[in-house]
Nanobody
Framework: VQLQASGGGLVQAGGSLRLSCAAS????????MHWYRQAPGKQRELVAS???????NYADSVKGRFTISRDNSKNSVDLRMNSLKPEDTAVYFC???????????????WGLGTQVTVSS
């Protein structure tokens, strides 16, 4: 199983970006999908999650600005980011809990990060 993320870039404060992440390989089903971020010198933090059934969870710092959504038919998750701030600058990582190879529990998979830079 591999996760491929895309959509990062440079944007001015107040702008918008959309990140996408798609999983490929031997996938039976996907439980939770997440977006994390890590800024220079800081620990990785959870930005948003979407659980099977479309239940979502957001970090307080992004509530009302970011929207996570999943497409089960494409094994993908998007993160729409609006009203971006310089403090949103970080490398963003997607992660998924995937049922594969007949395991009774999901395995965590991660994509390579994508850089988001917000200029002031």
């Amino acid at each position: 199983v591999q996760l491929q993320a895309s959509g990062g870039g440079l944007v001015q404060a107040g702008g918008s970006l959309r990140l996408s992440c798609a999983a490929s390989g031997r996938i039976q089903s996907i439980a939770a999908m997440h977006w994390y971020r890590q800024a220079p010198g800081k620990q990785r933090e959870l930005v948003a999650s979407v659980i099977s059934g479309s239940r979502t969870n957001y970090a307080d710092s992004v509530k009302g600005r970011f929207t996570i959504s999943r497409d089960n038919s494409k094994n993908s998750v998007d993160l729409r980011m609006n009203s971006l701030k310089p403090e949103d600058t970080a490398v963003y990582f997607c992660g998924m809990g995937i049922f594969d190879s007949g395991r009774p529990y999901p395995r965590d998979y991660w994509g390579l990060g994508t850089q988001v830079t917000v200029s002031s």
